[in-house]
Structure formats: structure tokens, C-alpha cells
């Protein structure tokens, strides 16, 4: 496997490999599986975890990153085909991303969708174009649809937790936010319960349903591993035997890319979709409550759920650089005894 740019891209036998060597890494964290070795890091956008947990992982398995970020240390950059760089952008990626990969034996990059046309950031053609350009392997650290890293510490978390692979309930609900986001995270949280086994339920008010697309994948996976997947707008059938509820927030496709009139549909759901204890009804005692992170405090989500016992958003921080560092690993091919 040259490039890790969707859970897809591990077979069901890699996966295993990868979670279980996760498994072990956190038992023991430093080695020197990628001694000698070099991962560059190309952040077209900012982060705190994908960044610190890459760094990590490499560097305690004994290798060095670098980090390249454009537009604060480092020329800004072009993505657009055919481009004419007349304005701020004095580098494209066109040239960049094969610069780099001569420097590094793996390159990661996060370049997040333009949210100007759905069809097009669905597609993911720009972090398939870069990866092409790349002759080093290659790993997606959160493009327009897919955040596969995300997705493999998540399925990690849930594995810690014992939570069912199937007949685990899955809850991806919809959650208020300030802005239009992406649809990488949904996604990929979806792919990844649904590859689980688990029966996924996508809470969400009207108006926000996920795109046909992201369902038609979802579901197709689904249909494969034996799970299931359903939407609704009602909060307590959805929650109704849930092991664990995953919140994030997304913009509406039907306003894709047009943020004054999004904006207006979103207004009025802030207070009713902050996800709160009382979500999880008395007969929920152990149900989890999910998060990639960042996350914004009683807007998104309540201090009482994110301070309470149900959260598992730290351990699912911990487990990126547990799941990134056996990907790395198992993409170098290291010594990994
Ligand atoms: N969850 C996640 O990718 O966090 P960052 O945006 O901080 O990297």
C-alpha cells in the first residue's frame, strides 16, 4: 500500500494488523522501528492533535519529521490545476509535494475541502492529485471528504471500550457549530462504524442530512460487514440502546458553499443541538460520548458530558498517535518487534 487516503485503503486483514500493533505500541510506546527514517508533514491547515500526535509517534519510534506550513514560515500554495499565480501563492503544489517527498520516506498532508462546490469536495480529486505526485508513500491527514487517521483511532477507542463490532449501536449525530464544516469527519466516522459492523444511526435535523453520497458509501459498507444504517430527526429513537453517540458538525449540502443562507437555516437549532446529558436517557448509564476535537464548550457539546464520565475524547486524542505510529510502521515497512 503506497497511500493511506481512506479506511478503504486498508484490506480487512491490514486493518487487523495496524489496530493490533496499535494495541501493542501503547503498551510500548518507544522503539526504533523507524530509525533512519524521515516523515515530512505538509499542513495546508492548522492543528493541534494531527500535527503533535504525527510528530510524536514518529520521534519516539525513533525517526524525524518536518513540517512544512504554507502561508505562516512558508511560501503560501496553489492547488488549483491550471491556475494563474498572480496573487499571493508564490509555490504550487505541482512542485512542492514532489520537492518534499525527496526529503522525507513519507509524506502527510492535511488539505481541507474549498466548501465552495459539494460535487467537487466529495470527489477528493486534490488529495488524490497530490498523492500522485508523491513517489514516497503517502497519508491523508484530513482532506475535503476523509479523515482516515481519525477514523483508525477511533475504531481503536471503540475496540478499547469493548463496545460491539456487531450489534454495537452507533450514534453520528449532528451538532451545532458557528460555521459551515466539512464532511470529512462524518464520513469517515460513518465508513468506520459502519465497517465495524455496528448499527449506525445518523441523527440530524432537517435540513441537514448527509449527501447522498456519503450515505450510498456508508451504506454499501454497511451491507458488506453485515451492519446497518439509518437517518433520523428523532433524538430518542436514535438514541434508543446506543453504546456510544459521536458528535460533530456539518453544513447543510442543500446550502453548500452559499454561508449567508446556511447560516440562516443553522440560526435557529443552536440551543436544541448542544448535546447534553440529559441526550442520554437514566437507561444510557454507560453509553460514550465521542469527539475528534476540537471542540467548542456548550456550543457544540456541555461541560457536564465533555467533564463527565461518558467522555472518551482524551483517550480518543491518545489513541491518533498510537494508530498513526502503527500505520507508519506497517506503510515503512519498520522492524516492529
Ligand atoms: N481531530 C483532529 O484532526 O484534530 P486537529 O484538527 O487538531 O488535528
Not at 5 to 12: R, T, Y
Not at 116 to 129: G, Q, V
Not at 268 to 274: D, F, Q, S, T, V
Request: glycine content about 6%; hydrophobic content about 45%.
Amino acid at each position: 500500500m503506497k497511500d493511506f487516503l481512506d479506511l478503504a485503503d486498508l484490506s480487512d486483514e491490514r486493518l487487523d494488523t495496524v489496530l493490533r500493533l496499535a494495541r501493542e505500541l501503547e503498551a510500548r510506546p518507544v522503539g526504533d522501528a523507524l530509525r533512519g527514517r524521515t516523515v515530512g508533514l505538509l499542513f495546508m491547515n492548522p492543528s493541534v492533535r494531527t500535527l503533535a500526535s504525527m510528530q510524536a509517534a514518529v520521534t519516539q519510534q525513533g525517526g524525524q519529521t518536518f513540517v512544512v506550513t504554507p502561508g505562516s514560515g512558508s511560501w503560501k500554495m496553489e492547488t488549483r490545476s491550471g491556475a494563474v499565480m498572480d496573487g499571493e501563492a508564490a509555490e504550487h503544489v505541482s512542485e512542492a509535494i514532489p520537492v518534499l517527498a525527496q526529503y522525507a520516506d513519507l509524506l502527510g498532508v492535511r488539505c481541507f475541502a474549498e466548501g465552495r462546490n459539494l460535487d467537487h469536495d466529495l470527489e477528493d480529486a486534490l488529495i488524490h492529485t497530490m498523492a500522485r505526485l508523491c513517489p514516497k508513500p503517502f497519508v491523508n491527514l484530513e482532506s475535503a471528504r476523509a479523515h482516515p487517521c481519525q477514523a483508525l483511532a477511533d475504531w481503536k477507542t471503540l475496540d478499547d471500550l469493548a463496545i460491539p463490532r456487531k450489534g454495537g449501536r452507533f450514534v453520528l449525530s449532528w451538532a451545532w457549530h458557528p460555521k459551515a464544516l466539512p464532511y470529512a469527519v462524518p464520513s469517515s466516522a460513518l465508513e468506520m462504524a459502519a465497517r465495524r459492523g455496528m448499527d449506525v444511526t445518523v441523527l440530524r435535523p432537517d435540513g441537514f442530512a448527509l449527501p447522498a453520497a456519503v450515505m450510498d458509501r456508508a451504506k454499501a459498507i454497511a451491507t458488506r460487514s453485515g451492519g446497518s444504517i439509518v437517518e433520523t430527526c428523532d433524538r430518542e429513537l436514535a438514541m434508543s440502546g446506543a453504546h456510544a453517540l459521536y458528535a460533530k458538525s456539518w453544513s447543510s449540502s442543500a446550502f453548500y458553499g452559499q454561508p449567508a443562507e446556511e447560516a440562516a437555516l443553522r440560526a435557529p437549532l443552536r440551543n436544541e443541538w448542544c448535546v447534553r446529558e440529559s441526550w442520554f436517557k437514566p437507561s444510557l448509564p454507560d453509553a460514550r460520548f465521542l469527539h475528534c476535537l476540537p471542540v467548542r464548550r456548550n456550543i457544540k457539546v456541555a461541560d457536564e458530558v465533555l467533564d463527565g464520565p461518558r467522555s472518551v475524547v482524551i483517550r480518543q486524542a491518545g489513541n491518533r498517535m498510537h494508530a498513526q505510529k502503527a500505520l507508519i510502521i506497517e506503510m515503512l515497512g519498520g522492524n516492529k518487534t
